[in-house]
């Protein structure tokens, strides 16, 4: 199997670039057609799988190797929305041209995660035909809806398909750099402020004005942003993002509404939940009439080095590379969150992020081979090693 990997090298690369042309961008995240071509890569070699679609549109794949009457022993996992691709002029004539150039593969979703959903469907193929010799079983879920959250996919798929909420550990190809290993996460909380005011015009004073009374909500969220610090220090204090800012609707009026968009991540000392209670009362204390609309939240998460995913990713990427990739807390949020919170051990370990959600997004194709070739050492020692944990 490992040989199969490594003489696939070449058809990795193509089925890469032929995932980059198949458009998946979130908004509005419609996984259907990237989900036809998955299932139909799967079936074609002989591969059970299964299409679920919860919310028109959210679609995620499902395939299984290995015996059906036990819980699988890993489940693989991948998503299958993009990022909108940047606004302005790509190099290759498209954002989904997906060209293979001087080491490189391009196009919107190359590195997040088209590469780690095409190491995941190789590692299934070089799978499967062994299948009627495996003990252990492996899930491949292939999601929608991960740029959302995950409600539609992996969250889904947890609370409604045992193939899924019932595997023992996870792996999942989301970038990272193949020089470190995701064994945790920030927590995160998307939210908006909302301020209200009453309108008149600004010639008579602007002591009701909703704008003034968000800069000072903002004001006090930003004060909880732990900046400053070196970039290699980011995953252990915290930040905030003012995303967007609405309000008003002339500059000789008083607003009557603004609001903003704001996302803050916490390392793994910090409650989300908590760090939300006491801006919440502060906010309130400061500007009684403003509140918070909370869009998405999440605690920070953990899989405690001495669990099996974990030793075993160490140990293959010491075989692929040379030496074992660090164990990092990774900064953006991911569905390895989703499947912590269900109990299952999960690891992050994909290529790194080029450009990422910018004009001339790529993957390296040598962190894409490196990907391939630890994700499949992963799965054969859960499948074939000693018992796991």
């Known amino acids: 199997m490992l040989d199969a990997v490594a003489s696939a090298e070449a058809e990795l690369v193509s089925l890469c670039s032929r995932l ?17 071509f998955v299932s139909n890569f799967l079936r074609e070699r002989g591969i059970d799988c299964a299409t679920y679609e919860p919310k028109a549109g959210k679609c995620s794949v499902v395939a299984t190797i290995g015996p059906s009457d036990i819980p699988p022993a ?25 060209a293979v150039e ?31 010799s495996l003990d252990r079983r492996i899930v491949f879920a292939f999601v929608g809806d991960e740029e959302a959250g995950g409600a539609w996919g992996t969250e889904w798929l947890l609370d409604n398909v045992d193939e899924v909420g019932k595997a023992r550990a996870a792996l999942i190809g989301d970038q990272c750099g193949t020089d470190v290993i995701g064994n945790a996460e920030k927590g995160v909380c998307f939210f908006s402020v909302h301020a209200p005011g009453t309108s008149s015009h600004a010639a008579y004073g602007s002591e009701k ?21 070196a970039e290699e ?9 003012i995303g ?3 309000g008003g609707v002339a500059r000789n009026l008083v607003a009557a509404d603004a609001r903003a968009d704001v996302s803050i991540r916490v390392p793994t000392t910090v409650s989300t939940a908590d760090l939300m209670a006491r801006l919440r009362e502060q906010i309130t204390d400061a500007v009684p009439d403003a509140w918070l609309e909370i869009d998405r939240q999440s605690e920070p998460s953990g899989t405690s080095p001495d669990r099996r995913i974990v030793m075993s990713a160490m140990r293959a990427t010491e075989a692929v590379l040379g030496a074992p990739s660090s164990l990092i807390t990774r900064v953006g949020a991911s569905d390895a969150r989703l499947f912590r919170e269900h109990g299952i051990p999960t690891v992050v370990y994909g290529p790194a992020a080029r450009n990422m959600g910018a004009i001339d997004e790529y993957v390296d194709i040598d962190q894409l081979r490196a990907v391939a070739h630890v994700h499949t050492r992963v799965a054969l020692d859960i499948l074939l090693g000693e018992p796991d944990d």
């Open 233 to 241: 220090d980011i995953a252990d204090r915290v930040t905030v993002n």
């Open 244 to 246: 967007r800012i609405t």
């Open 102 to 132: 001087d080491g490189r593969i391009y196009g919107a979703g190359a590195s997040d995660m088209r590469a780690g959903v095409a190491a995941g469907l190789l590692l299934a193929s070089v799978l499967a035909p062994h299948a009627s």
């Open 74 to 98: 890993l489940v693989v996992n991948g998503h299958l929305d993009t990022f909108e691709p940047a606004a302005g002029e790509w190099s290759h004539s498209s954002p989904y041209s997906g």
């Open 20 to 36: 980059v042309q198949v458009p998946a961008p979130m908004p509005p995240g419609d996984t259907s057609e990237i989900a036809a």
């Open 209 to 229: 004005s909703a704008v003034h009374k968000l800069l000072e909500a903002l004001r006090i969220i930003r004060g909880y942003d732990n900046g400053g610090g």
